[in-house]
């Protein structure tokens, strides 16, 4: 069985040939080959090119390889030799600060004088220095007591945008006939706007407690942490009759990683370190829809 991997570097402005050449030779340093696959330069507005290591990389010198992609202005991406992006059939990503711009439970606090404290158990939670998601979730919402809901209405309109590229990636895998999963630990006031404005085939969020007009301080229900988001992927690939391996997995936060791990693909996007290390893809440059240039 092969063990080759496909290196993939996606960039918004044309790859410089030097680039090449320092994969080439940090990979023979590893004692492994590197070979030019193809260039391609796409109707998307980025540049990729593909090379094609002789063996399988390990985590540190996918690391070092995308430190190196970096200093060129370019983003990295390692397909295993198993992938097969004609038979992806789902696409699953998470809402906050992947699939849209801001972390909707810290503008919802800054709209009430608690976003410092929101935000540092936020963060503590998506470096993964917090554990428990579900007891990370109850403590922040617990500060919103008392909240007016318009504050919901607020946020939406006044702060959340999607990300580059999310309605074209939307757009595209609804064309090829993926099926299309919004699956997060955030709220679904959201989701279900965003369900709306995508096209999103199912959404998965957890639902904030509001009575008269107020926040209350709890969710309704199970809490969506990152064992109940893989769950919601297995069931679609289920739905869809495939394997996990046929899926697409974007996220950000350590609570994405039960879902990107054994996905055909996981990809992080803009994401906490611990989950960079751990995808097949890290987009810092790119955006979104750029995750099409790995399945075609």
Not at 202 to 217: F, M, S, V
Request: proline share 3%; aromatic share 6%.
């Amino acid at each position: 069985m092969s063990t080759h991997t496909t290196l993939v570097s996606l960039a918004n402005n044309p790859i410089p040939q030097e680039l090449g050449s320092a994969l080439a030779e940090h990979a023979k340093v590893l004692g492994i080959e590197l070979h030019q696959s193809q260039i391609t330069s796409t109707q998307l507005n980025y540049f990729s090119e593909r090379w094609v290591a002789s063996k399988a990389l390990m985590p540190e010198a996918r690391v070092a390889m995308r430190d190196i992609a970096a200093t060129h202005g370019s983003d990295l991406a390692f397909l295993s030799t198993g992938f097969k992006p004609q038979e992806v059939k789902v696409l699953a990503m998470d809402m906050d600060s992947t699939l849209i711009n801001i972390e909707c439970i810290d503008e919802i606090a800054d709209f009430i004088g608690k976003k410092a404290a929101v935000s540092e158990i936020t963060e503590a939670t998506m470096r993964g220095e917090i554990k428990d998601f579900k007891e990370s979730l109850r403590r922040r919402v617990a500060l919103l007591a008392g909240a007016s809901a318009d504050v919901l209405e607020s946020v939406y309109k006044e702060r959340l945008r999607p990300n580059p590229g999310a309605s074209e990636l939307l757009a595209s895998a609804h064309q090829r006939g993926l099926y299309t999963l919004l699956v997060s630990g955030g709220f679904t006031f959201f989701t279900e706007k965003l369900q709306k404005e995508l096209g999103f085939m199912k959404t998965q969020a957890n639902t904030l407690e509001i009575i008269d007009g107020k926040l209350t301080g709890k969710v309704l229900g199970e809490i969506v942490d990152g064992a109940a988001k893989a769950a919601y992927l297995d069931s679609a690939c289920t739905l869809m009759n495939c394997a996990k391996s046929n899926a697409i997995a974007m996220g950000d936060g350590s609570n994405d990683l039960p879902m990107m791990h054994g996905s055909g693909i996981s990809i992080a996007y803009r994401a906490k370190p611990i989950v960079k290390e751990k995808a097949d893809a890290a987009f810092d440059r790119v955006g979104l829809d750029a995750a099409l240039l790995l399945i075609v």
